[in-house]
């Protein structure tokens, strides 16, 4: 009896061993993620009846769609929301505030990725991830494959293209905004490979003879190149694509052309390129080799001229102007002295050298500061620094998640929504809108069963999903759970 009980229990182990190794082998031999500017629900319905049946209608039919997704974060932007999904957590961890921050020592605005040390390729940008102060999804896969994973990520814009790259990609590829060249880093790499090289130069041959929606896959048609020239997809080492699309509008209408039109537009170009990159992937690497991600940057910048037409309350916030009338307001109590540094975006940043050389405590400078702004027309709240690391309810939270002690200011303005944040120093504008636009994230691909489902989720979800997907560690700060 006992030899048949240990036969049978060895029998077990190695069965269980079989199906998860059967398990293990199942990871895709490409992800690829994809996250798209400014995309709404709202607006896929209302471009459908235009849009083929390969692009969104199939994603959504045939994939797992979390219908109710929001950011744990505010305020959102492009950089921020794209490293928020790549790291999963929130920039009060990952560093990314937005775009750009006021640079402490130069007092001047700084890119998020911007590094003097790297040059770049096919660029005068000098740029490298050094600012995402925690692991990202790609640095995992290439930390658990030793290096073999192959990842990439494209976008047209620089921040998008490096936050998503992390800082062990084997490349971040974007498009220069005065030569019109798809550039790296040598952070990245020492030169260009031979591939990008020659499709910079087919483009610049045939640009003038492009249509519209030729110009409009560079993007896509970049990203394939990719995945044939450097294999991605071909061994069982799971292999990384991140792509940043658009579907952006300008809030400038054009003469003779409402914005809804506009709108329709962008998104029937969005469903072509889409569809075409799904199905020239899945015929690439094979169907059931290969698995999407899709999400939303979860912010629209939306035109709010007719707010004064049709009286809705609105006005014009000039937050420099207002940071230099607090400053007076602080000389008139302490002594006349600069302290307030600057400003950026929502944020007002304080002398703090100078407030410990005057031995002045710095609590009393904040709630001096934040009793002077409550008084300003179009300031809704102020949070110093000190109240958001005490924050408790949910919406205070969602602001300090938003903070970063790195590189954010010593205090938050929540301007009123209709409004304009103006700074006339950086030119620096834009509408305050405290809405939460209504947004997806759809996987779709190897082994997904077509599901629609309505709980709210956040996207730091994302990147524990992928990782639990792919058999990986999530990044190193996201304590989120995975979303299936």
Known sequence: MKKRNITTTALLVLAVTGIQAQTARQAPRLVVNIVIDQLTTDYIEKASDYFGTEGFKKLMAQGVVYQNAQYPFTPIDR????????????????????????????LRLCGCTDDNAYPGIYTTDRTSPKNILTSTLTDELKIATNGK?????????????????????????????YNGSWCTSTYY?????????QYNQQETVSKKNKTEFQEITELTNLAILCIERTGMGVDNDTDMLNITLDAS??????????WEEEITKTYINLDRQIADLVATIE????????????????YVDEPTDAYEVYRVPTGTFHINRTANLLNMYLGALHGSEKYVEGCSRNQIYL????IEQKRLKYSDILNNSQSFLLQCEGVRNA????????????????????????????????????????????????HVDARVPHFPIIIYGQGIRAEKISTPVTTDQI??????????????????LPLR
Request: glycine share 8%.
């Open 463 to 480: 990147a524990p999903t992928i990782a639990n997907h792919i058999h990986i560690r999530a990044p190193n700060a996201c304590s989120s």
């Open 351 to 354: 002398n703090t050298k100078l």
């Open 79 to 106: 950089a921020s929301a794209v490293c928020s999904v790549m790291t999963g957590t929130t920039p009060y961890y990952n560093g990314i505030i937005g775009t750009q921050w006021l640079d402490r020592n130069t």
């Open 249 to 258: 509008t300008n809030t400038q209408q054009k003469k003779g052309v409402t």
């Open 383 to 430: 949070h110093t620094s000190e109240s958001l690391l005490k924050a408790t309810n949910s919406e205070t939270t969602k602001i300090r998640n938003g903070f970063s002690p790195e590189s954010s200011g010593n205090i938050v303005v929540e301007v009123a929504p209709g409004w304009i944040l103006v700074n006339d120093d950086t030119q620096e504008s834009y």
């Open 149 to 177: 994973g192959i990842v990439y990520s494209i976008s047209k814009q620089k921040d998008a293209a490096i936050l998503s790259a992390g800082h062990a990609a084997d490349g971040a590829l974007w498009k220069d905004l």
């Open 189 to 197: 790499m020492k030169s260009a490979p031979e591939w990008l090289t």
């Open 283 to 298: 015929n690439k690497v094979g169907s059931g080799n290969v698995v999407f991600y899709i999400t939303s940057t979860g």
